[in-house]
């Protein structure tokens, strides 16, 4: 088991847990330093579940993402806030590929019971009684809340990056509901990028209670990239007040 442990989000169904471990540590790291403090990479843990979401040639990508989101309730929830076209108008903001990929993803995880257990089993199951703190990137927040929700073990830090969690629809969707810090947290940072478009809404506290500490950073051009939020001051002193160590 690992002290830190950190979660990805969606588009990893290509890569591995090493190669996350490869890019996100040494930013983690880099963030880190900002504090006056370093972490052991043996004590720092990927909660992996990207392949689960690889397609299989034999059955071919789902081609009626609209019906995706029409099951998911998206569709509907688009319509009442930004009237007919909004689907496309949100796809062409950035970028159809980008969202089709994403309306895949986060649809097979609400909506399928099968892959929404296992990815929460993959990530739980990462998550020990030696865990401080896990660090989790944009759907992986979502997970990363539900299987906290469900915690028996020890109460760790927990540190978002990049959340959608405060957006109407997934707030709608998650299991439990929203009520405050889930009971596998001990205490609840979130951070967010200006320009962060996964950031629906980035207060989190205005949705799961004044106990959660938002904080605000600049990713520049590369606002939802999970490195330079690793990196950040901000989250590098949120993660070293974690781990017991006292920051300037």
């Known amino acids: 088991m690992a002290r830190v442990v950190l979660v990805h989000g969606a588009f990893n169904e290509l890569w591995g847990p090493n190669e996350i471990a490869g890019r996100w ?15 052991d990479p043996a004590d720092v843990a990927v909660a992996f579940y990207g392949d689960l979401f690889r397609h299989d040639p034999a059955v071919g990508a789902p081609t009626d993402l609209d019906q995706i989101a029409n099951d998911m309730g998206l569709l509907d929830l688009v319509q009442q806030v930004q009237g007919p076209g909004g689907l496309e108008a949100i796809a062409k903001a950035i970028g159809q590929a980008t969202f089709d990929r994403m309306l895949d993803q986060v649809g097979r995880y609400f909506e399928s019971p099968e892959t929404r257990a296992a990815v929460r089993d993959r990530v739980a199951s990462v998550i020990g009684d030696d865990t401080e703190v896990v660090v989790a990137h944009s759907m992986g927040t979502i ?3 539900e299987v906290l929700s469900a915690r028996t073990g020890p109460p760790v830090h ?10 109407p629809f997934v707030s709608s969707k998650l299991d439990p509901q929203p009520t405050g810090l889930p009971v596998g947290a001990r205490t609840w940072t979130n951070v967010a ?4 478009m996964a950031c629906l809404n980035p207060h989190l506290a205005t949705s799961f209670g004044e106990l959660v500490i938002d904080l605000a950073i600049d ?13 950040a001051a901000a989250t590098g002193r949120a993660i070293a007040t974690a781990l017991g160590v006292a920051v300037p």
């Open 143 to 145: 997970v990363t809340y």
């Open 158 to 167: 927990l540190v978002t990056i990049g959340s959608p969690l405060g957006g």
């Open 193 to 196: 990028a200006a320009g962060d």
């Open 25 to 39: 540590v040494p930013a983690l790291r880099d963030g880190l330093w900002h504090a006056g403090a370093d972490i």
């Open 219 to 231: 990713n520049g051009h590369r606002a939802h990239d999970p490195e330079p939020y690793l990196n």
